[in-house]
């Protein structure tokens, strides 16, 4: 089925934006529910946001709410993250994923292979 793949990532001041974006080309991306999680460095995992398969429902973590955007467009197989006023705190390799179990899925079985995202003071 092919792999997701990031793109965007980069370099970026404080209160700076960027627009990540996921290719699935080789999937029956409609079907999927999406999301974009991040590891920063020497911490964990976390789900950033996440979208259902029609893109009617988002959702998103504390931390990014009002500043961040996902959405997807299945006409393309591509699925976005708007990152705008980002902080040094969402410094971090981000990751798109893929889920069959569509909507707001607790487990994600395809992974994108990361995208650095640094925002600098």
């Known amino acids: 089925q092919g792999q997701l793949v990031e793109s965007g990532g980069g370099l970026v001041q404080a209160g700076g934006s960027l627009r990540l974006s996921c290719v699935y080309p080789?999937?029956?991306?409609?079907?999927?529910?999406m999301a974009w999680f991040r590891r920063p460095p020497g911490l964990g995992r976390e789900r950033v946001a996440a979208?259902?398969?029609?893109?009617?429902?988002?959702t998103y973590v504390d931390s990014v709410k009002g500043r961040f955007t996902i959405s997807r467009d299945n006409a393309k197989n591509t699925m976005y993250l708007q990152m705008d006023s980002l902080k040094p705190e969402d410094t971090a390799v981000y990751y798109c994923?893929?889920?069959?179990?569509?909507?707001?899925?607790?487990?994600?079985?395809?992974w994108g292979q990361g995208t650095q995202v640094t925002v600098s003071t």
């Open positions: 080789g999937g029956p991306f409609s079907t999927y529910g």
């Open positions: 994923a893929a889920s069959v179990y569509g909507g707001f899925a607790s487990d994600y079985q395809f």
């Open positions: 979208i259902t398969r029609s893109g009617g429902s988002t």
